[in-house]
Nanobody, 125 residues
Framework: QVQLIESGGGLVQAGGSLRLSCAAS????????MGWFRQAPGKEREFVAT????????LYADSVKGRFTISRDNAKNTVYLQMNSLKPEDTAVYYC??????????????????WGQGTQLTVSS
């Protein structure tokens, strides 16, 4: 069992930056691929980024490519999402997720086995 707790959300102006963190419990964190998803009101949950177990492979949604960076620190059981050049359309609840595979290139939430409770990001124009 893996528990995920996100933090770092908040209110930021357009063009600003913010870093989300996701702390994971459990000894097997370093074996899992990790992902970030987001869900805006009235919309489906959408893929943002994923990172392989070692951090060597990353994949991003086109909407955030070049602005967001996913990273992980396996010694701290933590995955991060650095968000730069934020836009109002980035406003959403951001979820951290873990997949019990070393890497997944799937954009589907179904590819992930464990989820955090989410953290709200609001970008004002």
């Amino acid at each position: 069992q893996v528990q995920l707790i996100e933090s770092g959300g908040g209110l930021v102006q357009a063009g600003g930056s913010l870093r989300l963190s996701c702390a994971a419990s459990g000894r097997t964190f370093s074996k899992y691929a990790m992902g970030w998803f987001r869900q805006a009101p009235g919309k489906e949950r959408e893929f943002v980024a994923t990172i392989s177990w070692s951090g060597g492979i990353t994949l991003y949604a086109d909407s955030v490519k070049g602005r967001f960076t996913i990273s992980r620190d396996n010694a701290k059981n933590t995955v991060y999402l650095q968000m730069n050049s934020l836009k109002p359309e980035d406003t959403a609840v951001y979820y951290c997720a873990a997949s019990i595979t070393p890497y997944t290139d799937s954009y589907s939430p179904a590819a992930y086995d464990y989820w955090g409770q989410g953290t709200q990001l609001t970008v004002s124009s």
